[in-house]
């Protein structure tokens, strides 16, 4: 399969990677002493998932995950990017470890290794102790130090193998869709609590980040964020206004406290009683120098001034348009934009106003739908394949996603943009949250009802373009 030449775009050192998260691929809720999670819980809420779907079951990845690193290092991944169940180590959140729990983390970091692939984990991927949301969550202050301590246990234990790591997933999204529009666990909808839960997550990356280096000095860690493009949907004022105000909300929230040390002000002043309290030496905190921010992007979204939205008076379209149609714009199978000139101008972003600090993109990808034939991939023939597929499952849509984002990420590197990894979402199709099981994003398609993997044309042309940029470094 073609790379058009992209992995020239890329330094020597370039990370090509895959990501996934704990409750979206393992299943096996209560195995071997793992506690309930908030998603353990809100997945079984009537009404809150699609088709009634669950992560009971989900790809079984704490059941598969030999065969799931076999596929790793098949597609010749140089790294990937995977989650810890908070609860599979400390059932109650705090107090006594599961070692259970943290040795089947330990296998699976061994076994990665074993296949040629480095693993990046993920501390915090939504899943929270169903017990600590019972003391507060995320909205009490002293969830950052239970946070901090299952930091502390997790990379003293790990740390020899797993060499870097990431904090928090996306503040935004777990602050905005669980606590502000109660779409995601724990259901819950308080401007209050969105705020104070974003300011407590990003008070509890600082407190990890000393932890980890406190008990491990030679691993690197980062937070992952995640990014969206905002553009007004009109020329008028108001709209520019809107768009201005949005940025600062989805994006600037998280961006200026951890590199520059301050809130967006006028986020906060729109915010006005809702604004979180933070204390002497929080932002200090925050800011402290992390080894490389982790950023999430897919699309973007317009927004438009909306005096009926309480709090900031602007809406969002949504990344599926908000119903706007424009057959120039692909879109995805959940209609989202398909728009890869945002990565590139999210990379430049980082570097013209960030102090271009090392960054990793630690998600990208898309859903579409998959078309599946019973005849052998002629991809399957590859150099890193044996042949051993009985049906090829063609998904152009997402090859051409590929190539267009990557495309658009190399080019900013070629112009200095600090960016030293790529991690496609997703290795696996899996859960995806409250869409359940409908959207596919993997590389590799996995049958809900038989748990059957498949690598998808667009994961030999991934593994083509990482087997042709390892030729460079030979």
């Known amino acids: 399969m073609d790379t058009n030449g992209l992995e020239l775009l890329f330094p ?6 895959a990501s996934t998260s704990a409750y979206q691929i393992e299943g096996c809720p209560s195995a071997d002493g793992k506690g309930p999670s908030i998603w353990d819980s809100f997945a079984h809420r009537k009404g809150k998932i699609k088709n009634r779907d669950t992560g009971d079951i989900a790809c079984a990845h704490y059941d598969f995950w030999r065969e799931d690193a076999e596929l790793m290092r098949k597609l010749g991944l140089d790294a990937y990017r995977g989650s810890i169940s908070w609860s599979r180590i400390l059932p109650d959140g705090t107090g006594t470890v599961n070692r259970k729990g943290l040795d089947f983390y330990s296998r699976l970091a061994d076994g990665l290794l074993e296949a040629g692939v480095q693993p990046w984990f993920t501390l915090f991927h939504w899943d929270l102790p169903l017990a600590l949301q019972r003391r507060g969550g995320f909205a009490n202050r002293d969830c950052a130090c239970w946070f901090a301590d299952y930091a502390e246990i997790v990379a003293g234990a790990l740390g020899d193998r797993v060499k870097n790591w990431f904090t928090i997933n996306e503040p935004f999204e777990f602050s905005c869709f669980g606590h502000l529009l109660g779409t995601h666990a724990p259901g819950l909808r308080s401007p209050w609590k969105y705020f104070s839960v974003m300011h407590h997550l990003l008070l509890a990356h600082g407190s990890a980040l000393e932890r980890i280096r406190s008990v491990r000095p030679d691993n690197k860690a980062g937070i992952v964020l995640s990014y969206t493009t905002v553009e007004p949907r009109s020329k008028k004022p108001g709209d520019a206004r809107a768009a201005f105000l949005a940025d600062q909300f989805m994006n600037r929230i998280t961006l200026d406290p951890l590199l520059k040390g301050r809130y967006p002000e006028e986020l906060f002043r729109a915010a006005r009683i809702f604004a ?8 200090a905190l925050i800011s402290k120098s992390a080894d490389f921010v982790g950023l999430n992007y897919y699309s973007r979204e317009t927004a438009f001034r909306d005096v009926l939205t309480p709090v900031f008076g602007f809406s969002v379209t949504g990344k599926d348009g908000g119903g706007r149609r424009d057959d120039s714009i692909g879109r995805t199978s959940m209609g989202w934009e398909v728009y890869p000139r945002g990565l590139y101008d999210l990379a430049k972003l980082l570097q013209t106003e960030y102090g271009n600090p090392p960054a990793i993109i630690a998600e990208n990808g898309a859903a579409f739908e998959d078309l599946v034939e ?15 597929q009985e049906r090829s499952v063609r998904d152009v849509e997402r090859v051409r996603f590929l190539q267009e984002y990557i495309g658009s990420l190399g080019k900013a590197v070629s112009e200095g943009a600090d960016v030293k990894g790529y991690f496609v979402w997703s290795l696996l199709d899996n859960f995806e949250w409250a869409e359940g099981y409908r959207p596919r994003f993997g590389l590799v398609r996995v049958e809900p009802a038989t748990l059957r993997r498949t690598v998808k044309d667009s994961g030999f042309w991934y593994a083509e373009l990482i087997r042709a940029h390892r030729s460079l470094r030979d």
């Open 276 to 283: 979180p309290r933070i204390k002497d030496g929080d932002l």
């Open 374 to 388: 019973n005849r052998l991939s002629e991809y399957a023939f590859s150099p890193f394949f044996s042949g051993d």
């Open 12 to 17: 020597k050192e370039f990370i090509f990677g």
